[in-house]
């Protein structure tokens, strides 16, 4: 993945309904509240344009910390290492930028907190933040799988019992999804301990290794085309080339790289729904 394809993934959430809603939060409680001594040191209008500064640079900052991390670990998805560092880059230059509004702000001849206080304050809040995502990111996901794996299970068993014999079944896979997981399955892509599932019409996780749940996609045709990635063959729209690169596109859109370790498999599976039918795919993947 190229530093372009690392900064557009790991930005693609900048202006999610979450972010924006935690850049409000943020702003108008820091303007009232008046944290780290702006009560007294600043005024009302002034705390109005220092702190959504503040926030706002801090948000899009703290994500090109988590950018630059990525460059240099080179990884295709975040690790744990990857956030620990990309914290530290953030810290850094979240209070550099904090240090500079700090001082356009400040009412004039007042005392200013060094570079050194700011960092600790700003580190304090980037590692509070960091062990809230993992310790959040856990419980919910064991929570959501829990509720909802019985209601899931029945639903499923229900469905199966009433169907005709001649009718497709859905894969093994599905009666571990959260029962308002709708679409058809496009991919499964490896996170940690945990698989993504991707369908036309949302993503879930599931906590399972990704060699399980590709042998629980059973009925469903589809290769894997990365050591963390596996895609479904009927959710394949083109295969492209990108800086030299293969890369899937698949019908929701998302782009999924594809391994040379992997591409004689792909190449065999003789796909038919790729532009210009399975002569072409022969040369764009010889290419």
Same mark, same amino acid.
């Not at 794996?149 to 894969?171: G, H, K, R, W, Y």
């Not at 859109?253 to 003789?270: H, I, K, Q």
């Given at each position: 993945?190229?530093?372009?394809?690392?900064?557009?993934?790991?930005?693609?959430?900048?202006?999610?309904?979450?972010?924006?809603?935690?850049?409000?939060?943020?702003?108008?409680?820091?303007?009232?509240?008046? *944290?780290? &001594?702006?009560?007294?040191?600043?005024?009302?209008?002034? /705390?109005?344009?220092?702190? *959504?500064?503040?926030?706002?640079?801090?948000?899009?900052?703290?994500?090109? &910390?988590?950018?630059?991390? /990525?460059?240099?670990?080179?990884?295709?998805?975040? #690790?744990? $290492?990857?956030?620990?560092?990309?914290? &530290?880059?953030?810290?850094? @230059? =979240?209070?550099?930028?904090?240090? =500079?509004?700090?001082?356009?702000?400040?009412?004039? &001849?007042?005392? @200013?907190?060094? $570079? #050194?206080?700011?960092?600790? $304050?700003?580190?304090?809040?980037?590692?509070? =933040?960091? =062990?809230? /995502?993992?310790?959040?990111?856990?419980?919910? %996901?064991?929570?959501?799988?829990? /509720? #909802?794996?019985?209601?899931?299970?029945?639903?499923?068993?229900? %469905?199966?019992?009433? +169907?005709?014999?001649?009718?497709? %079944?859905?894969p093994r896979l599905v009666r571990r999804l959260p029962a308002k997981f709708e679409g058809q399955i496009l991919r499964l892509t490896a996170d940690n301990h945990f698989v993504e599932v991707v369908s036309e019409c949302g993503s879930t996780s599931l906590r399972m290794r990704l060699r399980d +749940?590709?042998?629980e996609m059973d009925g469903v045709e589809g290769s894997l085309v990365h050591r963390s990635h596996w895609v479904a063959h009927e959710g394949i729209q083109s295969v492209e080339k990108v800086r030299g690169k293969l890369v899937i596109r698949l019908s929701n859109g998302d782009e999924v790289p594809?391994?040379?370790?992997?591409?004689?498999?792909?190449?065999?599976?003789?796909? *038919?729904?790729? *532009?210009?039918?399975?002569?072409? %795919?022969?040369?764009?993947?010889?290419?």
């Amino acid at each position: 993945m190229g530093y372009s394809e690392i900064l557009r993934d790991t930005f693609k959430s900048l202006f999610s309904k979450m972010t924006i809603t935690i850049w409000a939060i943020c702003s108008m409680g820091a303007v009232l509240a008046g *944290p780290f &001594g702006t009560y007294s040191s600043m005024s009302l209008s002034a /705390r109005l344009f220092y702190w *959504p500064a503040v926030v706002t640079t801090s948000i899009f900052l703290g994500y090109l &910390g988590h950018a630059i991390a /990525r460059m240099i670990l080179k990884e295709e998805k975040e #690790s744990i $290492y990857g956030q620990l560092l990309g914290a &530290g880059f953030g810290a850094l @230059l =979240v209070t550099s930028d904090v240090w =500079v509004l700090t001082k356009l702000f400040a009412p004039f &001849g007042s005392t @200013l907190p060094s $570079y #050194s206080t700011l960092m600790g $304050y700003v580190g304090f809040v980037f590692f509070a =933040v960091l =062990v809230s /995502r993992f310790g959040m990111r856990g419980v919910l %996901q064991s929570a959501s799988i829990d /509720r #909802s794996t019985i209601d899931a299970q029945e639903f499923v068993a229900a %469905q199966l019992s009433e +169907a005709p014999n001649d009718i497709p %079944q859905p894969p093994r896979l599905v009666r571990r999804l959260p029962a308002k997981f709708e679409g058809q399955i496009l991919r499964l892509t490896a996170d940690n301990h945990f698989v993504e599932v991707v369908s036309e019409c949302g993503s879930t996780s599931l906590r399972m290794r990704l060699r399980d +749940a590709v042998s629980e996609m059973d009925g469903v045709e589809g290769s894997l085309v990365h050591r963390s990635h596996w895609v479904a063959h009927e959710g394949i729209q083109s295969v492209e080339k990108v800086r030299g690169k293969l890369v899937i596109r698949l019908s929701n859109g998302d782009e999924v790289p594809v391994s040379r370790s992997y591409r004689a498999s792909l190449e065999a599976a003789n796909l *038919p729904n790729f *532009p210009g039918g399975a002569s072409e %795919q022969s040369e764009g993947f010889g290419q």
